[in-house]
């Protein structure tokens, strides 16, 4: 019995620890179990509706998507419509402007064609007439007939309107210009009757007064000061050069400085000019005056073709002495010249003053050909004119000028036959070469 009691009592023991002691963690557990499964039932039941509308909301979605899907597949099968209407339009127009522009381009083309085919027909003519006229003129009589065929056509011009002044070819202002002509003035009435010596010293001391006068700017500038009392002026030059020079010289001297110039360097000018008429009448009085004008000519022209020589020759940084040797040295291989020549040439180069040596011995050659009373024709020809052509061309040159002309010719084979003339700023061009160059430049482009 006691044993059953000690069993009883030890169940329930056991009895109240498992209830005091793992019965309630274990309800616990287990409401902790159901709350978690209650849990879980809510929340499967709120992804069972969750589902459910995102069902719901899928096949919206699908039905939006299947009607926006048909409105832009309408709006593309209208929108492709409407392009292609405009592409066929655009192309259309595109076409028109491509055929509008490939028929102006076609016609371009044939204008070019056209235009080429004259130029090169015109070219080809040309070429043939010039072959033809070469063949002609390389026999000297038909060229010769060139020479006539103009003359004659010069013969039947109206005389020329030109005006060719027997005087000085200075560039100079109204008041220099009188101051000149007085100057000239004096040197006819102080050389009437003098001898060519005395004629030559004048032209040496006025051509060193004047080369004096560039050397010393400030003793030019007094003299050629304008003035209403010129006393002064003629004192000084007594001062200076009485019994240094002639009384040719002083009274030339005295006559230019009393003068109103229109700038200093024009007393120079005038200075020089006298120097120069001083050996030109020299040359008269010695009877080459023709040889002397033929001679500046001829050196004009090399000076002319030799552009180096010309501006060596006018170089201011070269010496006066060198570029007089040059001078000299270029002379006698030229065949040489008289000492008037020489003296006018040496002259003119000493006193050169920013002018090229060529223009300048140009202006010496005219003032020559003027000192006898004619102007000076610059005549070129292909081939030496016969006297019986000079001497008519000489005739009708002078008749159209109204005064006696002298025919300074000048051979250059390139015109091929007539003649160019050149008579002061007047140009009368007859020469083959130049109607074939007008030919030739009247061709279309």
Do not use: C
Not at 38 to 52: C, F, G, I, P, T
Not at 199 to 223: F, G, Y
Not at 299 to 312: A, K, P, T, V
Not at 326 to 355: F, K, M, S, Y
């Amino acid at each position: 019995m006691s044993t059953f009691i000690g069993q009883l009592v030890g169940f329930a023991i056991i009895v109240w620890i498992v209830v005091k002691w793992v019965v309630p963690p274990v309800r616990t557990m287990m409401h902790n179990q159901q709350e978690a499964v209650r849990v879980a039932l809510e929340e499967s039941k709120a992804a069972s509706a969750k589902l459910s509308s995102a069902d719901e909301r899928h096949a919206k979605a699908v039905e939006d998507a299947k009607a926006a899907g048909a409105k832009l597949t309408e709006e593309a099968r209208t929108d492709s419509t409407r392009i292609a209407e405009q592409l066929r339009e655009q192309a259309a127009v595109e076409a028109e402007r491509i055929k509008a522009q490939g028929d102006q381009q076609v016609q371009l083309l044939r204008q070019q064609t056209v235009r080429n085919l004259r130029q090169h027909l015109g070219l080809e003519s040309v070429g043939k007439a010039e072959e033809l006229v070469r063949d002609y003129v390389s026999d000297p009589a038909a060229q010769s007939s060139t020479v006539d065929r103009f003359l004659d056509q010069l013969d039947e011009m109206a005389p020329s309107p030109a005006v060719l002044e027997a005087g000085a070819t200075l560039n100079l202002r109204a008041a220099s210009r009188d101051a000149l002509a007085d100057v000239v003035k004096k040197f006819d009435s102080v050389t009437e009757g003098a001898s060519a010596d005395s004629l030559t010293t004048l032209a040496e001391n006025v051509a060193a007064i004047a080369k004096l006068l560039v050397a010393e700017p400030a003793l030019n500038s007094h003299l050629a000061e304008t003035t209403d009392d010129s006393e002064a002026k003629v004192r000084l030059v007594e001062r200076l050069f009485d019994g240094k020079v002639d009384d040719a010289t002083i009274d030339l001297l005295k006559t230019a400085v009393a003068q109103r110039w229109s700038n200093e360097g024009n007393l120079v000018d005038a200075l020089e000019h006298v120097a120069r008429l001083a050996l030109l009448a020299r040359a008269e009085k010695d009877g080459n005056s023709e040889e002397v004008e033929e001679q500046l000519f001829r050196i004009g022209r090399l000076l002319d073709n030799e552009s180096r020589l010309n501006r060596l020759l006018a170089d201011p940084t070269v010496p006066v002495e060198k570029r007089l040797g040059l001078l000299t040295t270029v002379l006698d291989a030229g065949g040489g010249v008289n000492e008037i020549t020489a003296a006018l040439v040496r002259q003119t180069i000493e006193l050169l003053r920013g002018e090229l040596a060529d223009a300048a011995v140009g202006d010496l050659a005219e003032l020559a050909v003027a000192r006898r009373g004619e102007a000076v024709a610059e005549v070129t020809a292909a081939a030496e004119l016969s006297d019986e052509q000079r001497t008519r061309l000489t005739e009708v040159l002078s008749r159209i000028y109204g005064t006696t002309v002298s025919v300074q010719l000048e051979i250059h084979p390139d015109i091929l036959g007539g003649l160019l003339i050149t008579v002061g700023d007047e140009v009368i061009d007859g020469s083959l070469s130049s109607r074939l160059a007008a030919a030739r430049t009247g061709l279309p482009d």
